[in-house]
């Protein structure tokens, strides 16, 4: 069983920067991938950003492709978030999901973090 926990979250203003960290641990052979996923108050939860533990794979939704990106360390325990240009409309919890990638769609599992807060004030 993975366990995920975030953190990295904070306030920050329109164009700063943050990154979030996923810390994972226990991982099984299923989980193949990790993805990002963000949920604003009001909204359902939306897919941001996605990489295969190998790294050798990622995708972003289009809100964010070239202002954010996602990687693993070397020793595939953490993965990070840097997040750029960020705008008001980021502000969101944001949350890790250990599922598995098959072909080019990721299949998310019941493994979340707890989440941690993103706010962008304008």
């Known amino acids: 069983q993975v366990q995920l926990v975030e953190s990295g979250g904070g306030l920050v203003q329109a164009g700063g920067s943050l990154r979030l960290s996923c810390a994972a641990s226990?991982?099984?052979?299923?989980?193949?991938?990790v993805a990002w996923f963000r949920q604003a108050p009001g909204k359902s939860r939306e897919l941001v950003a996605g990489?295969?533990?190998?790294?050798?794979?990622?995708w972003y939704s289009d809100s964010v492709k070239g202002r954010f990106t996602i990687s693993r360390d070397n020793a595939q325990i953490t993965v990070y978030l840097q997040m750029n240009s960020l705008k008001p409309e980021d502000t969101a919890v944001y949350y890790c999901?250990?599922?598995?990638?098959?072909?080019?769609?990721?299949?998310?599992?019941?493994?979340w973090g707890q989440g941690t807060q993103v706010t962008v004030s304008s």
């Open positions: 990489i295969r533990w190998s790294g050798d794979f990622t």
């Open positions: 999901n250990a599922g598995r990638l098959s072909g080019n769609t990721y299949h998310k599992s019941d493994t």
């Open positions: 226990g991982r099984t052979f299923s989980n193949n991938a």
